[in-house]
C-alpha cells in the first residue's frame, strides 16, 4: 500500500511564503516522477510543478514560474515545493502526486498516487 502525506499548508498573507512537504511511502520507488497540483474552489485541478526522479529536471504553471521551487529532499522519497510571493490566487488545496514510471508530466490522470491534500489560504 502506497501512502501520499503532505504538509506545510496554512493561512498567510500576501507575499509570504510557505514550504509544502510530500512524503511517500510503502514500498521502494526507482525512477519516479513528483508533481503538485492544486484545486481551488469550483476550479478544476491544475498542474503546479513536477520533478524528475533524479531531481534533475523540473517544469512549473506559468502562474507560479519564479515564485515556486520544486526540490527532492535529502529523506528518500521526499518532496518539497517552496512557495513564495504568495497572492491570494494561489488559495487552493494542494496535492503531491507520485507517477512511479517517472513520466514527469503536467497531466493528473499519469499520476498514480495522491495524497489527501494541504490547503494553503492567502489572505489579501
Known amino acids: 500500500q502506497v501512502q501520499v502525506v503532505e504538509s506545510g499548508g496554512g493561512s498567510v498573507q500576501t507575499g509570504d511564503s510557505l514550504r509544502l512537504s510530500c512524503a511517500a511511502s510503502?514500498?521502494?520507488?526507482?525512477?519516479?516522477?513528483t508533481g503538485w497540483f492544486r484545486q481551488a474552489p469550483g476550479k478544476e485541478r491544475e498542474f503546479v510543478a513536477h520533478i524528475s526522479w533524479s531531481g534533475g529536471s523540473t517544469n512549473y504553471a506559468d502562474s507560479v514560474k519564479g515564485r515556486f521551487t520544486i526540490v527532492r529532499g535529502d529523506a528518500e522519497n521526499t518532496v518539497y515545493l517552496q512557495m513564495k510571493n504568495l497572492k491570494p490566487e494561489d488559495t487552493a488545496v494542494y496535492y503531491c502526486?507520485?507517477?512511479?514510471?517517472?513520466?514527469?508530466?503536467?497531466?493528473?490522470?499519469?499520476?498514480?498516487?495522491w495524497g489527501q491534500g494541504t490547503q494553503v489560504t492567502v489572505s489579501s
Open positions: 510503502g514500498r521502494s520507488f526507482s525512477r519516479y516522477a
Open positions: 502526486a507520485v507517477d512511479p514510471w517517472g513520466r514527469a508530466t503536467v497531466r493528473s490522470d499519469e499520476y498514480d498516487y
